[in-house]
């Protein structure tokens, strides 16, 4: 018995729809998130994050009514986040199925936020998503989907979330996300060997061995892709079956 | 079959709900003292921080209708921390008693692991028990907890490990617990729930 390594399936969503960009611009429609997400459930995926890019602008009501569409499709757990600023906001997403709650600019901007959603609904269901850049020989946190940059150093920032009530940590590297060029195994190892909660990696896979990079040389205890699994150009399956063949402990669903 | 369901706020009371209600039972969500006391099937769902569910079932009154059902034969699925509740206490809330059915205390899981310990892990059974019948073994099952029963009890029925081994599964009489999140465990999960009616008719 020991605990898989999780693949997580990530839609980017712009209201009712699926978007995805490069380098966190240039968005572009990637499908319907109820179908994507039955199909992501039958095929494997440990866990489904949806987040909502369009949060900050507008259309929350829109935002509910696809977590609430998606939920009744999962037999997995599903992440929620994009513009949770507030309780209120966080209870509104939980009432529509969402297990967990992602945080990413409000945190930064209030870091208090952390506590009370821990305090209300556990630290197991707060997860702190964290956008950092390389910045000289550390890394740099950003916010507004990466577009500002901040002082915050990642490792403290992470190291600070886990202390005040994140139970895990969403961490994707801007200088990598929609390059397909693989993960950034240093920055993810600098975060998962500093904080005692699991860390997902995000932002730069393509192709099976950049999942196994992940593991073996960044420490990540899941990683999460999003376009390579819209575009069908990886099966969750067959990546699953990859790393179990390369001693990656995994689930396979029987 | 209905399946009465303890709503004291926890989030996953509409995904247990959605569980049972795929399966076809009957639900009824409810906080009312008389509800859960005349209840003849009883699942407790829970996730988040132990003394949140304690303190919500005094505030409720319901810890008395709950204790009653249970003496009296109803059928129990403790979910999470529906499984912690059922001892004497929990190290997360020491200042707070259990519904004490079971004996001993819940500990924090080691801290040499990432904690909670998130994901999927396996079970290794023990014991017989009903709750895993048809259920292949090597199945993966979604945990989400850093607190957990010792696997040394004697209702213990299926353990698993992080840091440590704990009680994934217990049965004792009609007491059912599991540690996992069965309505967020894929078709295992949903074979587990199926089983627990099946011993609840």
Redesign the interface.
């Known amino acids: ?6 693949i997580i399936a990530c839609l980017d969503t712009d209201g009712a729809r699926v978007v995805k960009g490069v380098h966190f611009e240039g968005l572009r429609d990637a499908g319907d998130p109820v179908e994507l997400a039955a199909r992501y ?1 039958a095929e494997g995926a ?1 866990e489904l994050v949806v987040l909502d890019i369009a949060a900050a602008r507008d259309n929350r009501p829109t935002f509910l009514e696809t977590i609430r569409r998606v ?2 499709q ?4 599903l992440t929620a986040g994009g513009g949770i600023r507030s309780l209120e906001a966080a209870r509104a997403v ?2 529509a ?1 969402a ?1 967990k709650i992602a945080v990413n600019t409000a945190a930064v901007e209030r870091p208090e936020l952390l506590g009370e959603l821990s ?7 707060v997860v702190l998503a964290i956008d950092a850049k390389r910045e000289g020989a550390d890394w740099q946190v950003r916010i507004r989907g990466g577009r500002q940059a901040t002082s915050l150093v990642a490792r403290e920032w992470a190291l600070h979330g886990a202390e005040s009530g994140a ?2 940590i969403l961490l994707t590297s801007v200088d990598r996300d929609g390059t397909q060029s693989g993960f950034d195994t240093e920055l993810t190892w600098a975060i998962s060997k500093a904080v ?3 860390v997902i990696a995000s932002g730069g896979a393509k192709v099976p061995v950049h999942f196994l990079e992940v593991f073996t040389r960044g420490a990540a ?2 990683a999460l892709a999003a376009s390579i699994f819209h575009d069908q150009v990886q099966s969750i399956r067959a990546l699953k079956e990859f790393l179990r063949s390369s001693g990656i402990e995994v ?1 396979l ?2 | 079959m209905k399946v009465t369901l303890i709503d004291y706020g926890a ?2 009371v ?2 247990v709900e ?2 049972f209600g795929r399966l076809g039972a009957q639900v009824e969500t409810t906080n009312r003292a008389e509800r859960i006391a005349e209840a003849r099937c009883l699942v407790l769902p829970g ?3 132990c003394a ?1 569910l304690i303190a919500a079932l005094d505030a409720r009154c319901l810890r008395q209708p709950l204790l009653r059902a249970i003496g009296r034969g109803a059928a129990y699925l403790g979910i999470c921390l529906g499984l912690q509740a059922l001892y004497e206490s929990s190290e997360e809330a020491p200042t707070l008693k259990g519904l004490g059915l079971l004996a001993g205390r819940v500990t924090r899981l080691p ?1 040499n692991v ?11 059974t023990v014991r017989a028990t009903r709750l895993l019948d048809s259920v ?1 073994s ?3 099952f ?5 607190f957990a029963a010792s696997a040394a009890g004697e209702e213990s029925a299926a ?4 840091g440590r081994e704990f009680i994934a599964v217990l049965e004792k009489q009609n007491i059912c617990a599991v540690q996992f ?1 069965p ?8 074979q587990v729930l199926r089983n627990f009616l099946r011993a609840a008719a």
Request: net charge negative; glycine share 12%.
């Open positions: 018995m020991s605990l898989a390594r999780r459930n440990d939920a009744e999962l037999a997995i757990p939980v009432r199925g297990d305090a209300e609904f556990g630290a197991q269901a139970g895990e005692s909660v699991p205890d899941a689930r669903p029987c | 989030g996953n509409p995904s959605r569980a996730v988040g921080h949140a801290e990432k904690l909670p310990h998130m994901g999927w892990n396996t079970l290794k292949p090597g199945a993966y979604y945990f989400a907890h850093s353990v698993s490990e992080h999140h309505e967020k465990s894929g078709p295992p999960g949903e």
